[in-house]
Protein backbone atom coordinates (compact mmCIF):
# COMPACT_ATOMS: atom_id res chain seq x y z
CA UNK A 1 0.00 0.00 0.00
CA UNK A 2 1.30 3.42 -0.34
CA UNK A 3 0.96 6.24 1.70
CA UNK A 4 2.05 9.62 2.11
CA UNK A 5 3.40 11.78 5.03
CA UNK A 6 3.47 15.59 5.74
CA UNK A 7 4.64 16.50 8.71
CA UNK A 8 3.61 19.97 8.83
CA UNK A 9 0.16 20.91 9.62
CA UNK A 10 1.16 24.70 9.31
CA UNK A 11 3.40 26.70 8.22
CA UNK A 12 3.72 30.66 8.52
CA UNK A 13 6.41 32.17 5.95
CA UNK A 14 7.54 36.21 5.30
CA UNK A 15 6.64 37.24 1.43
CA UNK A 16 9.19 36.46 -0.72
CA UNK A 17 11.20 33.90 1.29
CA UNK A 18 11.63 30.93 -0.48
CA UNK A 19 9.06 28.12 1.17
CA UNK A 20 10.03 24.28 1.48
CA UNK A 21 7.09 21.61 2.49
CA UNK A 22 8.02 18.11 3.16
CA UNK A 23 6.82 15.05 2.12
CA UNK A 24 7.76 11.84 2.17
CA UNK A 25 6.32 8.11 0.97
CA UNK A 26 6.04 4.97 1.04
CA UNK A 27 5.59 2.46 -1.59
CA UNK A 28 6.82 -1.09 -2.94
CA UNK A 29 5.99 -0.36 -6.49
CA UNK A 30 9.15 0.65 -8.64
CA UNK A 31 7.17 2.69 -10.88
CA UNK A 32 5.29 5.86 -9.43
CA UNK A 33 4.45 9.06 -9.60
CA UNK A 34 4.53 11.86 -6.93
CA UNK A 35 2.40 15.15 -7.39
CA UNK A 36 1.93 18.54 -6.04
CA UNK A 37 -1.59 20.28 -5.49
CA UNK A 38 -2.65 24.09 -3.85
CA UNK A 39 -6.09 24.24 -2.41
CA UNK A 40 -6.77 27.52 -1.70
CA UNK A 41 -10.06 29.11 0.36
CA UNK A 42 -12.05 28.92 -2.60
CA UNK A 43 -12.00 24.60 -2.49
CA UNK A 44 -10.24 24.08 -5.73
CA UNK A 45 -7.55 21.65 -6.69
CA UNK A 46 -4.55 23.19 -8.39
CA UNK A 47 -2.30 21.10 -9.98
CA UNK A 48 1.51 22.22 -9.51
CA UNK A 49 4.02 19.83 -10.63
CA UNK A 50 4.78 16.10 -11.15
CA UNK A 51 7.93 14.02 -10.86
CA UNK A 52 8.25 10.63 -11.86
CA UNK A 53 10.29 8.31 -10.46
CA UNK A 54 12.08 7.79 -13.50
CA UNK A 55 13.02 11.23 -14.14
CA UNK A 56 16.95 12.08 -14.02
CA UNK A 57 15.95 15.41 -13.06
CA UNK A 58 14.35 17.05 -10.60
CA UNK A 59 10.97 18.90 -12.23
CA UNK A 60 10.63 22.38 -11.96
CA UNK A 61 7.42 24.51 -12.94
CA UNK A 62 7.88 28.30 -12.81
CA UNK A 63 8.67 29.06 -9.07
CA UNK A 64 7.77 25.51 -8.18
CA UNK A 65 10.48 22.63 -8.00
CA UNK A 66 10.16 19.45 -6.50
CA UNK A 67 13.61 18.01 -4.52
CA UNK A 68 12.81 14.51 -5.23
CA UNK A 69 15.15 12.63 -3.22
CA UNK A 70 14.64 9.11 -4.38
CA UNK A 71 16.80 7.31 -1.64
CA UNK A 72 15.16 9.33 1.39
CA UNK A 73 11.73 8.76 -0.40
CA UNK A 74 11.58 12.24 -0.40
CA UNK A 75 9.40 14.29 -2.89
CA UNK A 76 9.78 18.17 -1.05
CA UNK A 77 7.94 21.22 -2.63
CA UNK A 78 10.19 24.51 -3.21
CA UNK A 79 8.20 27.85 -3.95
CA UNK A 80 10.60 30.22 -4.14
CA UNK A 81 10.09 34.01 -3.44
CA UNK A 82 6.91 33.29 -2.01
CA UNK A 83 3.95 35.85 -2.90
CA UNK A 84 0.85 36.08 -0.25
CA UNK A 85 -1.23 34.44 -3.44
CA UNK A 86 0.40 31.20 -2.39
CA UNK A 87 -1.18 30.98 1.25
CA UNK A 88 -3.14 27.61 0.68
CA UNK A 89 -3.05 24.21 1.65
CA UNK A 90 -0.87 21.91 -0.05
CA UNK A 91 -0.96 18.96 -0.57
CA UNK A 92 1.39 15.94 -1.77
CA UNK A 93 -0.06 12.73 -3.68
CA UNK A 94 1.45 9.87 -5.08
CA UNK A 95 0.06 7.57 -7.66
CA UNK A 96 1.34 4.01 -8.90
CA UNK A 97 2.11 4.40 -12.95
CA UNK A 98 -0.11 1.07 -14.84
CA UNK A 99 1.75 -0.94 -17.04
CA UNK A 100 -1.32 -1.91 -18.29
CA UNK A 101 -2.57 1.16 -19.62
CA UNK A 102 -5.16 3.38 -18.84
CA UNK A 103 -3.07 6.02 -17.71
CA UNK A 104 -2.32 6.49 -13.94
CA UNK A 105 -4.00 5.16 -10.79
CA UNK A 106 -5.96 6.79 -8.44
CA UNK A 107 -4.10 9.24 -5.78
CA UNK A 108 -3.00 8.03 -2.87
CA UNK A 109 -3.12 11.65 -0.89
CA UNK A 110 -1.62 13.10 2.45
CA UNK A 111 -3.33 15.43 5.14
CA UNK A 112 -2.18 18.45 3.80
CA UNK A 113 0.28 21.87 5.02
CA UNK A 114 -1.48 25.28 5.95
CA UNK A 115 0.82 27.43 4.63
CA UNK A 116 0.36 30.89 5.26
CA UNK A 117 2.83 33.68 3.65
CA UNK A 118 2.78 37.20 5.77
CA UNK A 119 3.21 40.42 4.68
CA UNK B 1 -9.68 26.71 -16.12
CA UNK B 2 -8.81 22.57 -15.72
CA UNK B 3 -11.40 22.30 -18.03
CA UNK B 4 -13.08 19.58 -15.98
CA UNK B 5 -16.60 20.70 -15.36
CA UNK B 6 -18.74 19.39 -12.67
CA UNK B 7 -22.67 19.80 -12.03
CA UNK B 8 -23.77 21.00 -9.40
CA UNK B 9 -21.86 22.85 -7.21
CA UNK B 10 -23.74 22.56 -4.41
CA UNK B 11 -26.01 20.37 -3.27
CA UNK B 12 -28.34 19.56 -0.19
CA UNK B 13 -30.48 17.06 0.85
CA UNK B 14 -31.47 14.81 3.25
CA UNK B 15 -30.68 11.79 4.98
CA UNK B 16 -31.75 8.27 3.50
CA UNK B 17 -31.59 10.02 -0.22
CA UNK B 18 -30.39 9.58 -3.02
CA UNK B 19 -28.26 11.74 -5.35
CA UNK B 20 -26.08 12.25 -8.82
CA UNK B 21 -23.31 14.24 -9.27
CA UNK B 22 -21.87 14.91 -12.81
CA UNK B 23 -18.50 15.13 -14.50
CA UNK B 24 -17.46 15.93 -17.68
CA UNK B 25 -13.63 14.97 -18.50
CA UNK B 26 -11.03 17.65 -20.23
CA UNK B 27 -11.11 17.29 -24.00
CA UNK B 28 -9.77 14.30 -25.21
CA UNK B 29 -9.40 12.46 -21.79
CA UNK B 30 -10.41 8.84 -21.24
CA UNK B 31 -9.91 8.52 -17.95
CA UNK B 32 -12.21 9.78 -14.52
CA UNK B 33 -11.64 9.43 -11.06
CA UNK B 34 -13.62 10.55 -8.00
CA UNK B 35 -12.28 11.61 -5.03
CA UNK B 36 -13.95 12.40 -2.14
CA UNK B 37 -12.64 15.13 0.55
CA UNK B 38 -13.99 15.13 4.29
CA UNK B 39 -12.54 17.09 7.28
CA UNK B 40 -12.31 13.48 8.87
CA UNK B 41 -10.85 11.09 5.90
CA UNK B 42 -8.57 13.98 3.88
CA UNK B 43 -8.74 13.37 0.01
CA UNK B 44 -9.78 9.63 -0.70
CA UNK B 45 -10.05 8.29 -4.09
CA UNK B 46 -13.01 6.75 -4.43
CA UNK B 47 -13.02 5.09 -8.25
CA UNK B 48 -11.85 5.32 -11.46
CA UNK B 49 -12.58 4.92 -15.28
CA UNK B 50 -10.98 4.38 -18.32
CA UNK B 51 -12.97 4.79 -21.74
CA UNK B 52 -16.06 3.36 -20.15
CA UNK B 53 -15.29 0.84 -18.16
CA UNK B 54 -14.09 0.56 -14.28
CA UNK B 55 -10.63 0.47 -13.85
CA UNK B 56 -9.84 1.01 -10.12
CA UNK B 57 -11.64 1.08 -6.99
CA UNK B 58 -10.46 2.74 -3.50
CA UNK B 59 -12.08 3.81 -0.94
CA UNK B 60 -15.91 3.60 -2.20
CA UNK B 61 -18.64 2.51 0.05
CA UNK B 62 -21.11 0.06 -1.32
CA UNK B 63 -23.55 2.61 -0.93
CA UNK B 64 -21.76 4.50 -3.94
CA UNK B 65 -21.63 3.92 -7.34
CA UNK B 66 -20.38 5.37 -10.70
CA UNK B 67 -20.46 5.18 -14.30
CA UNK B 68 -18.77 6.40 -17.45
CA UNK B 69 -20.96 7.08 -20.76
CA UNK B 70 -20.45 6.83 -24.36
CA UNK B 71 -19.13 10.50 -24.57
CA UNK B 72 -16.90 9.99 -21.84
CA UNK B 73 -18.78 12.08 -19.10
CA UNK B 74 -19.16 10.05 -15.96
CA UNK B 75 -21.82 10.95 -12.73
CA UNK B 76 -21.14 9.25 -9.05
CA UNK B 77 -24.23 7.89 -7.61
CA UNK B 78 -24.69 8.13 -3.93
CA UNK B 79 -27.47 6.42 -2.16
CA UNK B 80 -29.06 5.92 1.14
CA UNK B 81 -27.24 9.04 2.51
CA UNK B 82 -26.03 9.66 5.87
CA UNK B 83 -24.64 12.64 7.50
CA UNK B 84 -20.92 11.19 6.81
CA UNK B 85 -21.58 11.81 3.96
CA UNK B 86 -21.34 15.84 3.76
CA UNK B 87 -18.31 16.43 1.78
CA UNK B 88 -16.70 17.89 -1.03
CA UNK B 89 -16.77 15.50 -3.79
CA UNK B 90 -14.15 15.85 -6.98
CA UNK B 91 -13.65 14.44 -10.43
CA UNK B 92 -10.58 14.76 -12.21
CA UNK B 93 -9.23 14.13 -15.83
CA UNK B 94 -5.55 13.83 -17.26
CA UNK B 95 -2.66 12.23 -18.65
CA UNK B 96 -0.21 10.08 -16.90
CA UNK B 97 1.92 12.99 -15.37
CA UNK B 98 -0.71 15.29 -14.53
CA UNK B 99 -4.25 15.15 -13.09
CA UNK B 100 -6.53 17.95 -13.29
CA UNK B 101 -9.20 18.49 -10.64
CA UNK B 102 -12.77 20.26 -11.32
CA UNK B 103 -14.46 22.81 -9.21
CA UNK B 104 -16.41 20.03 -7.10
CA UNK B 105 -19.65 19.24 -5.84
CA UNK B 106 -20.14 20.11 -2.09
CA UNK B 107 -22.71 17.86 -0.96
CA UNK B 108 -24.44 18.68 2.34
CA UNK B 109 -26.18 16.42 4.02
CA UNK B 110 -28.99 17.28 6.65
Known amino acids: AQKITQTQPGMFVQEKEAVTLDCTYD???????LFWYKQPSSGEMIFLIYQGSYDQQNATEGRYSLNFQKARKSANLVISASQLGDSAMYFCAMTQRSESGGGADGLTFGKGTHLIIQP | DSGVTQTPKHLITATGQRVTLRCSPR?????VYWYQQSLDQGLQFLIQ???????AKGNILERFSAQQFPDLHSELNLSSLELGDSALYFC?????????FGPGTRLTVL
Open chain 2, 92 to 100: ASGPLRAQY
Open chain 2, 27 to 31: SGDLS
Open chain 1, 27 to 33: TSDPSYG
Open chain 2, 49 to 55: YYNGEER
